[in-house]
């Protein structure tokens, strides 16, 4: 029987991991404390993490790089909150004799944040209901006050795999023209999914809502640069629930302050959490949420489930959930 003794629960910010969780399973001697911020600085967060033996992370929140695993000598259970996390070295960590274990999850609650920025941004939701609030019915004078039903518009999907063809669904039951792209999408893959696909030049010109669905890595990172953004017409929207940096963040700022796109939904951002002064947070004819793609009750109680059951599986010598490099 191997043994835990400490558990620190991460970047809790809404405060619900102990109560989305069948802690009290664990044994007695395995105190759990769990932290609602985040620290960014490596050596604070070494000075917290130091006496744990056990640590939860919930999503990329907060990444672990062997040089930050160098100094947890302690640490010999690594989870991560759902079945894959690329801010983990896991490959450093299984080298320092650390377990690293992922957790089940449920459905694909960022497709409803997608399409709740996407609605939002077509109908001004955020900005007329400010209006109504304010003693106002119907606001007007904004470019975008009336709104634009989606129903005949052309959704162009940037990256059609599971996320984004279940998006591309949702766009078809509207009514929408859907077009894709993806360095490795074929022609055949995209009508299988009831798309049409193009090139990524033809996709920013022709879309009416441009919305992101693509792993992080070297060749995705600035996938949508200054180029890209030009290409779109005035009238259309860029959504990302994705990862930040996807978007050239200047080359979006600057997109959205002069005008030349109609706006954008972001759920993520190159910096999380998203400091005060970021200049995202002064552009006009956003609808910024933070990073809620994966934020659902049902998503929330699998995780924390899950992370309960692999510490017992850990506890019984028999890991289960492993990741691999």
Same mark, same amino acid.
């Given at each position: 029987?191997?043994?835990?003794?400490?558990?620190?629960?991460?970047d809790?910010?809404?405060?619900?991991?102990?109560?989305?969780?069948?802690?009290?399973?664990?044994p007695?001697?395995?105190?759990?404390?769990?932290?609602?911020?985040?620290?960014a600085?490596?050596?604070?967060?070494?000075?917290?993490?130091?006496? &744990?033996?056990?640590?939860l992370?919930?999503?990329e929140?907060?990444? &672990?790089p062997?040089?930050?695993?160098?100094r947890?000598?302690?640490?010999?259970?690594?989870?991560?909150?759902?079945?894959?996390?690329?801010?983990?070295?896991?490959a450093?960590?299984n080298?320092?004799?650390?377990?690293?274990?992922? +957790?089940?999850?449920?459905?694909?609650p960022?497709?409803?944040? +997608?399409?709740?920025?996407?609605?939002?941004?077509?109908?001004d939701l955020?900005?007329?209901?400010?209006?109504?609030?304010?003693?106002?019915?119907q606001?007007?004078g904004a470019?975008n006050?009336?709104?634009?039903?989606?129903?005949?518009?052309?959704?162009?999907?940037?990256?059609?795999?599971?996320l984004g063809?279940?998006?591309?669904k949702?766009?078809?039951?509207l009514?929408?023209?859907?077009?894709?792209w993806?360095?490795?999408l074929?022609?055949?893959a995209?009508?299988?999914?009831g798309?049409?696909r193009?090139?990524?030049?033809?996709?920013?010109?022709?879309?009416d809502?441009?919305?992101?669905h693509?792993?992080?890595?070297?060749?995705?990172?600035?996938?949508?640069?200054?180029?890209?953004?030009?290409?779109? /017409?005035?009238?259309?929207?860029?959504?990302?629930?994705s990862?930040?940096?996807?978007?050239?963040q200047p080359a979006l700022?600057?997109?959205?302050?002069?005008?030349?796109?109609a706006?954008?939904?972001?759920?993520v &951002?190159?910096?999380?959490?998203?400091p005060?002064?970021?200049?995202?947070?002064?552009?006009?004819?956003?609808?910024?949420?933070?990073?809620?793609?994966?934020?659902?009750?049902q998503?929330?109680?699998?995780? &924390?489930?899950?992370?309960?059951? +692999?510490?017992?599986?850990?506890i019984?010598? /028999?890991?289960?959930r492993?990741?691999?490099?």
């Amino acid at each position: 029987m191997a043994t835990l003794n400490r558990l620190a629960i991460l970047d809790d910010f809404q405060g619900v991991a102990l109560e989305m969780g069948p802690w009290k399973r664990l044994p007695p001697s395995l105190s759990v404390q769990v932290f609602r911020d985040n620290l960014a600085d490596q050596d604070a967060l070494v000075e917290r993490l130091l006496p &744990f033996d056990a640590i939860l992370g919930i999503r990329e929140r907060t990444p &672990f790089p062997a040089a930050l695993l160098k100094r947890l000598p302690n640490l010999k259970l690594l989870m991560t909150t759902g079945e894959r996390n690329r801010a983990f070295d896991v490959a450093a960590a299984n080298a320092q004799g650390i377990t690293v274990c992922g +957790t089940p999850s449920a459905g694909a609650p960022t497709v409803d944040i +997608t399409w709740g920025l996407i609605l939002g941004l077509l109908r001004d939701l955020p900005a007329q209901t400010a209006s109504l609030r304010a003693g106002t019915w119907q606001a007007s004078g904004a470019p975008n006050s009336i709104g634009t039903s989606s129903e005949g518009l052309t959704l162009g999907v940037v990256g059609l795999g599971k996320l984004g063809t279940r998006v591309a669904k949702v766009g078809q039951a509207l009514g929408m023209k859907v077009i894709a792209w993806s360095q490795n999408l074929t022609a055949e893959a995209a009508a299988a999914a009831g798309a049409t696909r193009v090139e990524k030049a033809e996709l920013f010109a022709q879309s009416d809502v441009v919305t992101l669905h693509m792993i992080l890595s070297d060749r995705s990172r600035g996938i949508v640069g200054a180029a890209e953004l030009a290409a779109m /017409k005035p009238s259309a929207y860029i959504v990302n629930t994705s990862r930040g940096p996807l978007i050239d963040q200047p080359a979006l700022i600057a997109a959205l302050t002069e005008g030349r796109i109609a706006g954008a939904g972001i759920d993520v &951002f190159d910096r999380e959490p998203l400091p005060l002064d970021h200049p995202l947070l002064a552009c006009p004819n956003t609808i910024l949420t933070p990073h809620l793609g994966y934020v659902s009750r049902q998503n929330f109680a699998a995780y &924390f489930h899950g992370a309960v059951e +692999t510490i017992e599986a850990y506890i019984a010598d /028999k890991p289960i959930r492993l990741l691999t490099p």
